[in-house]
């Protein structure tokens, strides 16, 4: 049985915490919007078949940045939703209705402001989730020390770091499991957490802080300083 592999890059924010009227996932970002590091990243990996981009209905930013061209086999869903988790479902189902993806065709979920995502880290998640019978995604161990804090930011307690890693994407699973898991659980945060509400386990693949989501404004700063890094190692490879 043929087994193909989907990004779903979810786009559809407008990123209200960056403070800019423009979407965040069309900022500029070391020369480039920063939609396009993450579109690049997927569409150049050999693994993957499709990449498709979730992205507001009235979305006006799409058609002159694809004008570009350089954004590869990435096609437009103009479907997100009031959520992460609305948009995802959104995406899925015009998937599996329309694209003709298979329930068990294995599909990744991005975030379109992780523009640090690199062929590594794609590679190590596409490897060892391949045969999982669950799914996995791309987390990071914790290393700092945890508080819970109360409303008046008063410590309240210290949270053990033993086994708790920060969660990332892509994260993957098969169609027909997300499709699932999605549609009783759209008050979560990730996908990965509608797949624990079903009872299922799914896997931890090492990544690296490297791949961080750009929330506020100093996230782009630090962003431009590992695309610069990896710019000038490739260089001098």
């Known amino acids: 049985m043929s087994v193909r592999r989907v990004a779903l890059v979810v786009a559809a924010g407008a990123g209200a915490r960056m403070g800019a009227s423009l979407p965040k996932q069309y900022r500029q970002l070391a020369g480039r919007p920063l939609l396009a590091h993450s579109l690049t990243a997927l569409t150049a990996h050999a693994g993957i078949d499709a990449v498709y981009v979730v992205l507001a209905p009235r979305d006006t930013e799409w058609e002159p940045f694809s004008a570009r061209g350089e954004w590869g086999r990435a096609r437009p869903l103009f479907c997100g939703g009031e959520t992460r988790a609305r948009s995802v479902a959104n995406g899925l189902r015009i998937l599996q209705e329309l694209a003709g993806v298979a329930e068990h065709d294995w599909v990744l979920v991005h975030d379109g402001a992780r523009p640090c995502l690199d062929a590594v880290q794609l590679g190590r998640l596409v490897g060892e989730v391949a045969d999982d019978p669950v799914g996995g995604i791309l987390a990071v161990p914790v290393a700092d020390t945890l508080k819970r804090g109360d409303d008046d930011r008063r410590i309240t307690g210290t949270v053990s ?6 969660a990332q994407t892509p994260q993957m699973f098969r169609l027909g499991i997300l499709r699932r898991a999605l549609s009783t659980s759209l008050d979560v945060s990730d996908e990965a957490a509608a797949v624990e509400a079903l009872g299922m386990r799914p896997l931890l693949v090492p990544s690296d802080p490297g791949n961080l989501k750009v929330t506020w ?8 300083l590992i695309l610069r890094a990896r710019e000038g190692s490739a260089c001098c490879a």
């Open 217 to 224: 404004p100093a996230d782009l700063l630090l962003a431009e």
């Open 161 to 166: 770091r033993d086994r708790v890693w920060i």
